[in-house]
């Protein structure tokens, strides 16, 4: 057994290598972390690159896979990608749900057959006040594009971002996603986290390396303690959450997040749920 | 202008911020920060070669001041007139190793002479070292001096090189020292 796997099995580490797979989106929501949309740099990790750190993370003792942006769902690649990513090891991928067309729904099929969930982000459950933060239209796409996912087997999560949300606000959104086909088990909520865009617009909460899971997470930038990690203010990527700028062999990043979760103090992320 | 970010203490990484505990950590330590697992193996190795050893102090400094010269390192050199200065060494001897006065006669001192030749010759390569300051050398150190006296001239050419490459700057308590002493 390899050290990360027995940190994994040992708790010290959470399982899931998360992957940025490009940081520009189709979207630019009020709180996200990496300032994505339209006219930001690309910065992708790349098909390969992701495939191959995903056998190097199932032979170092992974247990999962992440894959976030930007909105991954730009690149071309990817309803290809996630079904051999999902073959190595269980994989959920992180979407604003926006751009699955009929065509790429289509292309997800085989995910079906597959450890995998698409993780789809709704904060509200009326649509003036989800698109707010999200962007137009975003409400009426993401709606329509869930159940057509679970039509195919897709198992989908729903992900509510948001700084508060009332008991009655919360069960008209519970309604929604049932409504959907998308289970209560599948349905997180989060805080919004004070970094990125958030900061701009004076949202969320501060989160440091103690209130986050230590999920290893790989940017073409380098490697990163958490997916809340690799995050842009100011048009600058913030280092203060960069573990090494090294990524290949995963295994160095791997060891050096091992060595700073063991000497890491008890923190709130149980509390936070920013997981 | 500097050639690469020098990360402050809010965006120090992870591997990295116990050098920033006690404050700025001077450029050299903030611009490797960008890459932490490079820091966290150069430090200990420079604070190593650089620190308190089996070779004096003042024997250090003749030869990190005398190849920072050679090398025409601006950064380096600044800082380590103020360092020779603590260290104990002259204004003379000072201004001798940074190349504004004959080393002969600052150095009356045949040992001294010979560390000084010898990081002036590990500092000019390429190609092997002359005869004469490996010979004049071994008259004065055994094996394990000549090993380290090699090894510190070599960990401050990497310095001048990353240093000047760079364009760090020289730390502002550095250069308000250097203009009051008049080295500026």
Redesign the interface.
Known sequence: MTAVAAAIEGGVLPGRLWFYANYHCNLVCTYCLTESGPRVERRELGEERMLSLAREAADLGFTALGVTGGEPFLLPYLPELLPRLAAILPLVCLTNGTVLTERRLERLRPLAELPAALQISLDRPEPDANDAMRGPENFRKVVDAIPRLVERGVRVRVATTVSSIDDQERERLCALHRRLGVPDSDHVIRPIVHRGRAVDHGLGVDAG?SDLPAELTITTDGAF?SPFGPTVHGGQL?????????TTPLS?PAS?LLR?ARDRPQGADAQLHIR | MTGVRL?EA??????ARRYYAGGDPGPITAAL?????LLEVAMPFLATVLGATAVDARTKELVILRTSAVLGCRYCVQTHTTAARDTGLSRAEVAALRGEAPVTAAFPSPRERAVVAWAEAVAAGPGPVADAPRAALREHFGDHEVVELTLLAGATLMLNRFCTALELPTPPDVVARLVEEGWA
């Not at chain 1, 913030?238 to 090294?246: A, G, I, N, Q, S």
């Not at chain 2, 809010?10 to 591997?15: N, V």
């Not at chain 2, 920060?33 to 697992?37: F, H, I, L, S, Y």
Request: avoid cysteine.
């Open positions: 390396p303690w913030d280092t203060d959450l960069l573990v090494t700028r090294t160095v050096a700073i | 990360v809010a965006q120090a990484p992870l591997l920060a960008n890459v932490p697992e």
